[in-house]
């Protein structure tokens, strides 16, 4: 069964500084990997899918890169905002050919002081 | 762009009680996913459709029922609700399994069962 783990479970950093959140999996054998955003008591925003084909993704301050032989990516937040402070969580899709679900990890909590 | 729709976006419920969550997956989506997000815990898959037919089954309890309709929606139908039923229901929706696509999730719709 895959279990997915995000390192720190929380973190506080003042506004400006580059981050980086940590995921990791227990089965390697990752097809695409989705990093989301979770605003309490809100929704899931989708920052960034990895596909298998890919190392790394873009979006604006985000960058986020998956390592398949380890079972580990990163995403990497630059010039942290206050508005960044949010849980961040990772996903995983498990995929039998025939049906496919997300896994979660726990989530990083973040929080971008002033 | 058009996204996710759920409905209701909060719902009071009695034990015991019946409650029918709605979702609108984005247009040209044929796959729905639902996932329960408790308090401080990551999302857990409950049930997925691809066109129409139930593809995946997660932990949902058997008090439980979920169906995709011919336009795509979905409903959650939850019977005999217990207080451990108080969570966020997410939907989500993507174009194909999501396995080989991107997910993206509904505002979600809070239930809470007193």
């Known amino acids: 069964k895959q279990e997915v783990t995000q390192i720190p479970a929380a973190l506080s950093v003042p506004e400006g500084e580059n981050l980086v959140l940590n995921c990791s999996f227990t089965?390697?054998?990752?097809?695409?990997l989705q990093w989301f955003r979770q605003d309490p008591g809100k929704g899931l925003t989708s920052l960034l899918l990895?596909?298998?084909?890919?190392r790394e993704q873009t979006s604006g301050r985000l960058n986020a890169s998956l390592d398949k032989s380890s079972g580990r990516s990163t995403l990497y937040i630059a010039a942290s905002q206050p508005g960044d402070s949010a849980t961040y969580l990772c996903?995983?899709?498990?995929?039998?050919?025939?049906?496919?679900?997300?896994?979660f990890g726990t989530g990083t909590r973040l929080q971008v002081t002033l | 762009a058009a996204g996710v729709i759920q409905s209701p976006r909060h719902l009071i419920k009695e034990k015991r009680e019946t409650a029918t969550l709605k979702c609108y997956p984005i247009?040209?989506?044929?796959?729905v996913y639902w996932y329960q997000q408790g308090p401080g815990q990551d999302p857990q898959f409950l049930i997925s459709?691809?066109?129409?037919?139930?593809?995946d089954k997660g932990s949902i309890p058997d008090r439980f029922s979920a169906q995709q309709f011919s336009d795509y929606h979905s409903e959650l139908n939850m019977s005999s609700l217990e207080l451990g039923d108080s969570a966020l229901y997410f939907c989500?929706?993507?174009?194909?399994?999501?396995?080989?696509?991107?997910?993206?999730f509904g505002q979600g719709t809070r239930l809470t069962v007193v």
């Open positions: 996903a995983d899709p498990i995929n039998t050919g025939t049906a496919s679900k997300l896994t």
């Open positions: 089965d390697s054998a990752i097809y695409n």
């Open positions: 989500a929706s993507s174009p194909g399994r999501q396995g080989w696509t991107e997910a993206f």
């Open positions: 247009p040209r989506h044929d796959t």
């Open positions: 990895i596909q298998s084909s890919q």
């Open positions: 459709f691809y066109e129409k037919m139930q593809s």
